[in-house]
């Protein structure tokens, strides 16, 4: 059975067929919020970072919301292939205790053990992080506004619903409710997307601010609590970057440099940089559904899942319908399964290393693919 799918926007599409793909090819990596989800991109994400782009020398924006702002922070550490490793078995192993006769942990101790679990793994090291010489580093937070600037008993539920409301009417309405905040290592005015969809703050991620955006960016409401003020950024209350940017289908506008482009077919209107011409880059996307769903708010309402021309120039890879149902329970590890397995975290573990270790095959096909690309294997995104 084919684990592998691989999905590409017109633009994508016609590289490929013209081209096949190069890890010199490749502008933006951006990495989904989905929780446990995410588990099944580990062994792409140590083939990407640790064998395919260390074959080129271009910059790359790793653009991150919740646990996906984790792993494209673990990609900007050195030989981060036992950190993606240790993020693996990390997060399958947590734990969490119970106070007597709950059934889930309070949101504040989630935080508090989510803070320590931040500490333990990039304590030390924030600014290999941020001073990472080919990759930049955008993580994505939300930041609350009116009845969510600042977490409350009753005010932060009733903003939630309004935001809810105004979300179902129009996605620009959300931001009545919610900024986007970027906590970003690039210059300002640098981002890899246009930011016009949607009012957006960019931050300078700094050795002061890198674990409370990091954790904001992974506070998922009423689960874990919001962080609150965070240096360098706009006051407020800070959560999940996957309420705004669920699957961060975003306008991705990164170009990158080319000596020969003889081959090349270039926009009208691109300039060359330092002696170099740019062309559009490819956004390389590995995640865990072939849909990009634009915000959490959004999963409910598929009409905002279908592709469009943001997602031009993106190759998508992600597992097979058929795949996923061999895996246990017959789908991909997700937060249900806290209360699926409720105390019995080890069964939780199992569950959740055998989809892990089953992800290989993923990596494998991907690295075969790219060694002999295959156009007729592509499909539309």
């Known amino acids: 059975m084919k684990a592998l799918c691989i999905h590409a926007g017109p633009q994508a599409l ?30 792409l994400d140590r083939f990407v970072f640790g064998e395919w782009l260390a074959q080129s020398a271009q910059p790359v924006d790793l653009v991150g919301a919740s646990i996906g702002a984790w792993r494209m922070a673990t990609a900007c550490l050195n030989n981060s292939l036992p950190a993606f490793e240790r993020l693996e078995h990390d997060y399958i192993h947590q734990e969490y205790e119970l106070p007597p006769g709950a059934r889930r942990p309070t949101a504040d101790a989630v935080s508090a053990q989510f803070g320590q679990n931040l500490q333990a793994f990039f304590g030390g090291r924030v600014d290999t992080v ?18 969510l600037a600042r977490e409350h ?53 700094t050795p002061q601010n890198f674990m409370p955006a990091l954790q904001a960016s992974c506070s998922i409401p009423f689960v874990l609590r919001a962080v609150h003020d965070i240096a360098g950024a706009p006051r407020g209350a800070y959560w999940d970057g996957g309420i705004t940017d669920y699957h961060l289908h975003l306008r991705y506008q990164a170009p990158i440099a080319i000596k020969n482009i003889a081959d090349t077919a270039l926009p009208a209107g691109v300039a ?55 895996l246990p329970g017959g789908k991909l590890p997700d937060r249900t399964d806290f209360t699926r397995y409720g105390t019995d975290t080890a069964a939780r573990a199992r569950a959740w290393s055998t989809a892990a270790a089953a992800a290989q095959q993923l990596a494998d096909e991907w690295a075969q693919w790219l060694r002999r690309p295959d156009p007729a294997r592509v499909q539309p995104l």
């Open 153 to 205: 008993r009753w005010a932060t539920p009733l903003g939630y619903l309004g935001a809810f409301a105004s979300n179902a009417l129009h996605r620009r309405a959300l931001a009545l409710w919610l900024d986007r905040v970027v906590f970003s290592t690039a210059a300002p005015g640098a981002l890899p997307f246009d930011v016009r969809d949607f009012r957006t703050h960019q931050v300078a991620l």
């Open 130 to 147: 941020l001073g990472h010489a080919r990759y930049r580093l955008h993580i994505v937070a939300a930041r609350g506004r009116h009845l």
């Open 14 to 43: 016609r590289h490929i067929g013209r081209h096949g793909l190069a890890p010199g090819d490749v502008a933006v990596i951006p990495a989904a919020a989905g929780g446990p989800k995410g588990l099944i991109l580990g062994p």
């Open 272 to 326: 060359g940089q330092n002696g170099l011409e740019s062309a559009p880059g490819i956004v390389l996307y590995p995640h865990f559904q072939h849909r990009v769903v634009p915000g959490w708010l959004d999963k409910g309402l598929p009409w905002r899942h279908r592709a469009t021309p943001a997602l031009d120039r993106m190759v998508l890879l992600s597992p097979h319908p058929d795949w996923v149902r061999s």
